[in-house]
Nanobody
């Protein structure tokens, strides 16, 4: 079992910055892949970024590449999402997720492959 708790959401101005945190507890193996997703009202859940716990290898959606950075602190069992230069279109509920048994080494972008989810944290970007 794994528990995920997000924090750090809030209101941010376009062009500013924000850092989201995801504290993980329970079974967090080096082969797990941690992901960030987001969901805007009326939209499907969208993949943002993922990172493999052990190696730290990362992958990003094109929509956030160069603006968002995913990282992890193994000692704190925490994954971060640094949001730089946010745009109003980035407004959404952001979710942290864990794939405890990834079917590929670096994980996938598919929400259905992730078996643990946090409760979500709202990010609102004002123009």
């Amino acid at each position: 079992q794994m528990q995920l708790v997000e924090s750090g959401g809030g209101l941010v101005q376009a062009g500013g910055s924000l850092r989201l945190s995801c504290a993980a507890s329970g079974r967090t193996g080096s082969s797990s892949v941690m992901g960030w997703f987001r969901q805007a009202p009326g939209m499907d859940r969208e993949f943002i970024a993922r990172i493999r716990w052990g190696s730290g290898s990362t992958y990003y959606a094109d929509s956030v590449k160069g603006r968002f950075t995913i990282s992890r602190d193994n000692a704190k069992n925490t994954v971060y999402l640094q949001i730089n230069s946010p745009e109003p279109e980035d407004t959404a509920v952001y979710y942290c997720a864990a794939d405890s048994n990834p079917r590929s080494y670096y994980g996938t972008n598919y929400a259905n492959d992730y078996d643990y989810w946090g409760q979500g944290t709202q990010v609102t970007v004002s123009s």
